[in-house]
Structures are given as C-alpha cells and as structure tokens.
C-alpha cells in the first residue's frame, strides 16, 4: 500500500494484498480549488472521497436560506453522507464545498461496493468513520435542540480564536456555524461585549477575556 495513502488513512494499512491491490487501482488523486462545490443537495453519489489535504465543509441550506455547517472532511476524513448515498442508492442531502485548496483520494462507486462486499478490513474502517461521524452529527442535533446559544456561542468562540484571541468570521458566519438566526448571533455578541469578553470589529470577533468565557461553558 502506497505510503501517502496509509500515512492519511492509516487502518487502510490492514487490507489484505489482494485489497490493497483494488482500492490502488481504483484510486485517482485529485487536487480541488478552494471554493470548488463538490456535491449538491439532490445530486447523484458517484465516488467516495478521502480527503489528505484540506477541509470541505458539508452544510444544509433550508428553503428560506438559512443554513447550517453539520460537520467539516478533514485530513484522514471521509464524507458520511457519501457512504449513505453508496450504501443506500439514494441522493445526497446536503452539499459540500471545498472550504480550503484540498487534496484528495477519489474511488469509483463500484470500487468502493466491490470492496466493502470483499474485504473485512476495508468494511471495518467504512463502518468506524460512518459511526464516528453519526455520533458527531448527533451531538449537534442535541446541541442545536437543546444547548443555550450563549454557551456554544462562548464554546465557539474560544475553539476557533487564535494566539492573539481573534476569530476572523462575521455574525451571518458564526450563525452558519452554529445554525441560528444572524440576529440571535448578533444580539448574543453585544451583550457579550457589554460585559467586556469580546471586542467587535467588523469581519472579525476578538476574545477579550478568555476565562470568562471557559466559566460560562462550565
């Protein structure tokens, strides 16, 4: 098994010689450009994607424009919803789209069903991301049905600020994030300023006050 692959995906590694074989020459790099819509909402599955290099954030967009991010494909990552529409023969239900320049492994349909029916290896690595990311997809659900939007908005804030305490997003984007209305973000970010924990710039949120932030989350 190429090196590049198994240092990404590494329980790839377990397939067997005749495995390892398939998924090789089923396999084609692709390198994508950031912005670049993978799928659409509706669309046909037709490959299963391993993403080596990048993010492609997978989002649903609602009738009336409102959306929210269900989970992001990252290094060593594939897309949940894609093995549901190759398991299922159905359609996707969201989209995706390159979040930054990303490189990836791409496997025909075929190849992918050829070697979840022929290899125990290739079906336990399938079968451990789809459930890695259906638990992740159900704490969300909990998240957004029931968690107080100051506390993930405090959450939020603290996992994404940088060194210096910066989130470079604007309100519609954190809304997006966290699959509320832009106003509700809006309103929760001026009261957290009026408390003093962050500072509001335009495009950009900076943490003025870390720890008050982290007793809110507790």
């Given amino acids: 098994m190429d090196h590049e692959i198994t240092a990404a995906f590494p329980a ?8 390892a074989r ?3 020459a089923g396999l084609r790099s692709v390198d994508i450009p950031a912005g670049t819509v993978l799928f659409r909402d509706g669309g046909d599955c037709t490959t299963y994607l391993l993403v080596q290099e990048g993010a492609v954030r997978v989002q649903k967009v609602a009738e009336n424009g409102r959306e929210i991010v269900l989970y992001r494909v990252e290094r060593g990552q594939s897309c949940v919803l894609t093995t549901n529409c190759l398991l299922g023969g159905g359609l996707y239900g969201a989209e995706g789209i390159a979040e930054t320049a990303v ?4 496997l025909p349909a075929t190849t992918f069903r050829g070697l979840l029916a022929g290899s125990e290896a290739f079906r336990d690595f399938i079968f451990s991301v789809y459930a890695a990311r259906i638990a992740d997809l159900l704490l969300l659900i909990e998240e957004v049905a029931f968690g ?7 959450a939020w804030l603290r996992g994404r600020a940088d060194g210096g305490g910066d989130v470079q997003a604007t309100h519609q984007e954190i809304s997006v994030e966290l699959g ?18 962050v500072e509001l710039h335009r495009g950009r949120v900076r943490v003025a006050d870390a720890a008050a932030l982290s007793r809110l989350i507790v």
């Fill in 148 to 154: 107080r939007i100051d506390v993930r908005l405090a």
């Fill in 103 to 106: 490189r990836a492994l791409v």
């Fill in 22 to 24: 398939i998924l090789e």
């Fill in 12 to 19: 790839l590694a377990k397939l067997d010689a005749a495995g």
């Fill in 180 to 197: 509320t209305a832009r106003e509700v973000i809006s309103r929760q970010l001026k009261d957290f300023e009026r408390r003093g924990w």
